[in-house]
């Protein structure tokens, strides 16, 4: 078969490399890709924000199955395009995938079908925000609605800092969302759907803040793992229960049946689980850690969703863990300066450790310079979290650019969990 994945980051870099891992692939193609993509996958530009352009791509490259990555071309319509012409395509249509593109469909999706998720109100202006303010205790939750790459998300402290942003985040003819603020533990919640059905495929657990210890502002994610112990099978199953079928269930009855990743971001709270949001797309950079231990061919995957037969479908990992920790331009998520040099890249990285490029381009003369906020995705699988961090880090340590950024704390609530766990059982003896 011949593949096009559709979309240039970190995570498109992993959909490819385990494409290019299947015994049914034969070509890749990327569009646009990036340096490392290049390595993979042959890579041809387009505009992701341009559905024209992207079926111009599709035409000309007559792959036999299209893979979606981001957002945006899901949001502008790209699987109904393709679905049109009888392009086999692996993602939600437009109409499904407002479950990402719309806060305020979501929202009230989710209170119409009874799954779980924070109160909330959807204003349309300034007065209603104000006037439905008072209602919620302090921390409030403020969201724009449609798509911003993580960083239409406000916690507001006080009164104040939420009529700010309200001003902020409320733009002319939109809508805000206002919701209660959860405390628990946040989860990702990757489970694959064909319109009826939704099976569970894995969790994993982003680091949403810059900073080390979950401080600083929002950025698109900066490192991610994924084990077993994130995912107790009594959880998976009322997740699956409470969450992903009914939002499957939901979706066919309102005529927009969901086919895709349905990626479920969880709060875990006291009282269980409550839906923070909906991505109807892999995550990044869980999709990096997760893909390292996926052991069913991913093609497989992608034709059960399209094909309606998840439920016939075995989802194997490998056992162990996997980790990934992101290589980040400075200034990120604020504006970064590109096409900073690259060095440390040549050295084939040790076994079971890739390096994934997010935001990469080659110049002129062969060398790979920065393009982005995010620049690298370096992951491992190993034994236990311990070993795939260790192993991580170690390959990130013989990476270096000016201004580079990274965290050094990615795990860091699985590995003191797992510390309490010790002492805990310490005690009891
Ligand atoms: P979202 O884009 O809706 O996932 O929000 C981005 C991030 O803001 C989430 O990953 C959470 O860390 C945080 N967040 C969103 N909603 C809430 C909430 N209701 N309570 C607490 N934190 C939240
Ligand atoms: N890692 C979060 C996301 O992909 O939106």
Known sequence: MKILVIGGGGREHALCWALRRSPRVTAVVCAPGNAGIAAVAECVPVRQT??????????????DLVVIGPEVPLAAGIVDALSARGIRTFGPTQAAARLESSKAFTKDFLQR?????????????TEEATAALPAFAMPVVLKADGLHAGKGVVIAQSPREAEQAVADLLAPGASLVIEE????EELSFF???DGEHAVSIAAAQDHKRIGEGDTGPNTGGMGAY?????LPDALRDRLLREVAQPTVDGMRAEDSPFRGILFCGIMLCADGPRVLEFNTRWGDPETEAILLRLQTDIVDLFEASIN????????RL??????????????YPGAVQTGTVIHGLHATPPPDTEIFHAGTAIYADGEVVTAGGRVLAVAAVAENLQEALAQA?????????????????IGHRALSRAQRQDRQESDQV
């Open 113 to 125: 079908h009874g799954i779980p998720t924070a109160r909330y109100v959807v204003a349309h202006s």
């Open 318 to 331: 490998r056992p162990g863990a996997s980790a990934c920790v992101v290589l980040a331009s400075a200034g």
């Open 191 to 193: 489970a694959l759907c």
């Open 226 to 230: 994924c084990t077993d112990a994130l």
């Open 393 to 409: 880090y170690a390959a990130a340590g013989t990476i270096t650019f000016a201004g580079m950024q990274f965290r050094r704390d």
């Open 181 to 184: 603020f959860l405390q628990g």
């Open 308 to 315: 309606g037969r998840v439920r016939d479908l075995a989802v």
């Open 50 to 63: 341009s559905v024209a352009d992207m079926v111009r791509v599709a035409d000309a490259v007559k792959p």
